[in-house]
């Protein structure tokens, strides 16, 4: 692969290449709300660097390639390919879901976002997830949708109704129980804690 995209890079030319990385880093960036230097952080490269990718004037080394990608979640060749189209549709279908017993959790976001996750939590009448801790200093946030939800977080229950929100530390014990007779919606987002 690597002489491949060595090879493609020969043939469209370097300065063509330079400014395809320059935007598609931009843009990956922008996408996930992020500074340049946040992205920095997360690659592990210096800020000028990350400066010079966003600018079209770097001729980075493989291995800050790599670092970019890696922190993107994305291979090299589409951090150098043509811009494609900003936006794309994903099917309900297409999105990961899990089964839990009875409850189905299923991931919003069909590009995974560095230390955040977000799902959507169908509880079934009477059902019980138990959650699993995350990370030490992860934070959670959860919403109620519809019908009612109880979460238990390190022995303190709480209540929610639709709209209700509860922030929470991501890293105890927890679970979510639907303690009515009719389905419950909620939403789940993570913030994982760097180590």
């Known amino acids: 692969m690597r002489d491949n995209l060595l090879e493609r890079c020969y043939l469209v030319g370097m300065d063509d290449v330079a400014s395809r990385l320059g935007h598609n880093v931009r843009t990956l960036r922008e996408s996930r709300a992020l500074t340049q230097a946040q992205m920095a952080k997360l690659a592990k490269v210096p800020r000028a660097t990350w400066a010079n ?3 079209g004037a770097a001729n980075p080394t493989l291995a800050v390639l790599d670092r970019v990608a890696t922190a993107f979640q994305v ?7 043509a811009p494609r189209s900003e936006a794309s549709h994903h099917p309900r279908a297409s999105l ?3 089964a839990r017993g009875a409850v189905s959790v299923r ?3 069909p590009d995974p976002i560095p230390g955040m ?3 959507r939590i169908d509880l079934p009448p009477r059902a019980k997830m138990i959650g699993v801790p995350h990370t030490p200093g992860t934070r959670e946030y959860l919403t109620c949708e519809s019908g009612t939800l109880v979460l238990v977080a390190s022995g303190e229950e709480y209540r929610l109704a639709p709209g209700d929100v509860v922030a929470f530390r991501g890293d105890q014990r927890h679970s979510y129980v639907n303690p009515e007779t009719k389905p419950a919606i909620a939403y789940s987002v993570v913030v ?3 180590r």
């Open 75 to 81: 291979t090299i060749e589409e951090l150098i390919a």
């Open 96 to 98: 990961p879901v899990k």
């Open 117 to 119: 996750e977000i799902d």
């Open 192 to 194: 994982i804690a760097r």
């Open 107 to 109: 991931k919003l976001l």
């Open 53 to 55: 990718l966003e600018s």
